[in-house]
């Protein structure tokens, strides 16, 4: 008896078992007394094989800033992607000596060391501008690019500063590192979806074939794909051959940090990865913040990058008419006339772009140097007034500007900063 109810009862448990497993993934059905009307829209959840989830972070360097990068680090953990890529400038760099290299990264990796997932390094002329450092990104990491594939969409992770052994720094994919990549898309032709994460984005660049940018863009004309860079500290999308190409802002790189016309803002770039491609959203750093609301607390030791040669600023602000009528989205910049006796501080110029703004539905600006509305440093000045064309490559409804108001060879306006109030009015005549 007992031989024929142990297979009986080995049945029960098994089918238990299975049914247990099938209710968890169980999905909800609409009660039986309501037919066909539900209370939710459907039932196809946002949660395919082929989607997951990814972060880009931008250019920590540059001038950085302090306790940025550090709480982004934080903000990264509780937003949880499956990894992290950077875009490079991940250490102010440009030094020689090998104890102050090793310091540089060591402070970065105190950083990321507190990061919940992988995070993937990509270089940038403040890495890797000379022979001492590169050798040490060898040494620390040991490809200077390389490739991977996750849930079969390529990954390819650039070096724009591959120059020549014994040359300056200069800008370049060599031709070595173009045969790699096109070995590498060779070989993962059937991935469905490629990124390129570079630092310089050097398809801006008048002389991209001749440094090597076109022959590896070439390589992925028969594929869908998107690129990421940073470099330049603010945003702006551009579309190439029917591809998405982003130029990211900062992760506390060196910014003005004038907002979102500008393109200059702390973020991270947050990609969804889709069957049918990558959905994008940039995450501002002032926008992440945890459960309980409280403050993120970055490292206090991430200093910002040392100040220097900075003039001493005053408030400066003002409104542009075109006949007697105020204008919206014109370029306001101030050039600075530098006396004779300061010239050879600035290798004999003569004028330097100081400060600038852009006017708002009143015709009213107020002036930005060092950072949003810190006002322009005292002296003599020929302003500019051009429309103002976004940084970001979004549309932007600028006004018409007779052409002698735009550059100032030929602008007749002039005015001084000084100690004080400095308000001007700027009433434009058009023919």
């Not at 080995?10 to 078992?17: D, K, S």
């Not at 079969?152 to 173009?178: H, M, W, Y």
């Not at 940090?257 to 959203?281: C, N, S």
């Not at 459960?291 to 030791?301: C, G, K, M, R, T």
Request: proline fraction near 6%; charged fraction near 20%.
């Amino acid at each position: 008896m007992r031989r024929v109810f142990l297979p009986l009862i080995a049945a029960l448990i098994i089918g238990t078992i299975a049914y247990s497993a099938g209710a968890l993934r169980q999905e909800p059905s609409a009660p039986s007394d309501t037919g066909t009307r539900t209370p939710w829209t459907s039932l196809n959840y946002n949660n395919s094989d082929e989607t997951f989830r990814f972060a880009v972070v931008s250019d920590r360097t540059g001038g950085h800033r302090a306790e940025i990068f550090s709480k982004a680090v934080a903000q990264l953990n509780l937003m949880q992607p499956e990894f992290v890529l950077s875009v490079g400038d991940l250490i102010e760099g440009y030094s020689t000596d090998q104890q102050a290299i090793a310091g540089m990264w060591n402070e970065f990796d105190s950083y990321i060391s507190k990061l919940q997932m992988p995070f993937f390094h990509v270089p940038g002329n403040h890495d890797v501008p000379n022979l001492p450092m590169i050798k040490h990104w060898k040494s620390k990491f040991g490809k200077i690019y390389y490739h991977f594939v996750y849930k079969n969409v390529l990954f390819l992770c650039l070096n724009t500063e591959d120059f020549p052994e014994g040359q300056k720094q200069a800008t370049r994919i060599s031709p070595e590192q173009t045969a790699y990549f096109a070995k590498v898309l060779e070989e993962n032709k059937n991935v469905r979806w490629t990124i390129v994460c570079m630092h310089k984005p050097v398809w801006n660049a008048t002389n991209a074939d001749e440094i090597g940018f076109i022959a590896f863009e070439k390589l992925l004309q028969d594929r869908p794909y998107t690129m990421f860079a940073g470099h330049i500290h603010h945003y702006q999308k551009v579309v190439r051959h029917g591809r998405n190409y982003y130029q990211l802002a900062t992760t506390g790189g060196g910014s003005k940090l004038r907002g979102i016309q500008y393109g200059e803002f702390d973020h991270i770039t947050w990609v969804t990865m889709k069957k049918d491609g990558p959905v994008l959203a940039n995450v501002l750093l002032n926008g992440i913040l945890p459960e309980d609301l409280s403050a993120i607390q970055p490292v206090a030791e991430e200093k910002g990058a040392p100040i220097r040669d900075r003039r001493e600023l005053v408030a400066a602000s003002g409104k542009v008419l075109l006949n007697g009528q105020p204008i919206e989205n014109a370029e306001v910049v101030y050039y600075y006339q530098v006396p004779p006796e300061e010239q050879a501080k600035v290798k004999g110029q003569k004028q330097i772009r100081a400060s600038d703004a852009v006017t708002n539905a009143q015709g009213e600006f107020t002036l930005s140097t060092y950072k949003l509305y810190d006002g322009a440093p005292r002296g003599e000045y020929i302003i500019t007034v051009l429309p103002f064309k976004s940084r970001t490559g979004l549309p932007v409804n600028a006004p018409e500007i007779p052409a002698i108001y735009t550059k100032p060879a030929t602008s007749p306006l002039k005015t001084t900063i000084k100690d004080g109030r400095n308000e001007i009015t700027l009433d434009l005549k058009a023919p």
